[in-house]
């Protein structure tokens, strides 16, 4: 997901109103559809919006990662081996899970940095899922098999980790999404033990919410999370096929969704971004598309992110 520096993060808060921009469940447009072609997409797994609003997807199968506008306008795409986590830091790099490995790219393709491979040391992964960026600009990756996060520097510079394989408070049996917010917790779904778990920038653990269910703030196999600029919580719950919202305590507030392929309907959701509208683009894997949802940004959200974004140039 994409990531802000410090400074825009302090202006929007002191300039939008509080839950102006949580307007998560009106669906608004969806693009793509099964396929290779520019557009297309074979079971994508990551999504995330850059400083320039533009969306990336990694398209899994077709190995590749696209670009579009903030409008689902296709414009350019780049090879990489098996894509999953996407992730986007406040200079417009993108950084790519790619089998065991993380790549980082310009906004055009360009690749400019790598770091990982096999393994269980440090700075090593088995099957990273995703990947995060912080306001300071450090990389959070969810390294699955290894059953922890990693935490690097932005040119991959190993700093820290954290987990374990269980079920206590920690611990992970499936770590597959994770988000980072404006003052640096990390928030991690687990799709075994259907739950978010949440953490200091330094790994220590504060709260965790969910169990397996289909009631409000219960999961099956949660698989995206974002926040926006306000610290809400969207989860993508992936086989109850619908998205949750919560605040930065766990307390649940809205889901929408159900199963199908009509608009508003998911066919197993995953990865998932906010932009700075507010406006959520939610990864529909098995139905080939993205879908965007909220209300449209009033001119005063409009003006303060355009004001903001003059302190990330």
């Not at 096999?118 to 700075?123: F, L, V, W």
């Not at 374990?164 to 920690?170: H, P, T, V």
């Not at 965790?208 to 926040?227: C, D, E, R, V």
Request: neutral net charge.
């Amino acid at each position: 997901m994409r990531r802000f520096p410090a400074t825009a993060l302090l202006a929007l808060s002191m300039l939008v109103p509080a839950g102006a921009i949580a307007q998560a469940n009106t669906f608004l447009f969806a693009w793509g559809a099964n396929g290779s072609a520019p557009g297309q997409f074979q079971f994508p797994h990551g999504l995330a919006i850059g400083l320039d609003s533009a969306v990336y997807i990694g398209d899994t199968i077709n190995h590749r990662v696209q670009k579009f506008s903030s409008t689902g306008a296709f414009l350019t795409q780049w090879p990489v081996s098996f894509p999953s986590g996407v992730a986007v830091d406040a200079a417009n790099n993108v950084f790519v899970c790619s089998n065991d490995v993380i790549q980082k790219f310009t906004s055009t393709g360009t690749l400019i940095g790598q770091w990982g491979g096999t393994g269980t040391a440090d700075g090593r992964f088995q099957f990273p899922l995703d990947v995060a960026v912080d306001a300071l600009g450090f990389i959070y990756v969810a390294d699955w098999r290894n059953y922890r996060i990693q935490k690097f520097t932005n040119t991959g510079g190993f700093v820290t980790k954290w987990g374990s394989l269980g079920a206590g408070n920690g611990q992970f049996q499936q770590p597959a999404a994770l988000a980072v917010d404006a003052s640096g917790f990390v928030y991690v779904t687990d799709m075994v033990q259907h739950r978010v778990q949440k953490f200091t920038a330094a790994g220590v653990f504060t709260l965790a919410w969910g169990g397996s269910g289909s009631g409000n703030g219960q999961f099956n196999s949660p698989t995206g999370i974002a926040l926006d600029l306000q610290g809400h919580v969207f989860v993508t719950d992936g086989n109850n096929q619908r998205v949750q919202v919560f605040d930065s305590s766990g307390t649940f507030t809205l889901a929408f969704g159900t199963a199908g392929a009509g608009p508003g309907q998911f066919n197993h959701p995953g990865a998932l971004d906010v932009d700075g509208a507010g406006h959520l683009f939610v990864l529909d894997k098995e139905n080939s598309r993205v879908q965007v949802f909220g209300g449209a940004a009033t001119a005063t959200e409009q003006r303060t992110w355009s004001a903001a974004k003059q302190l990330w140039r």
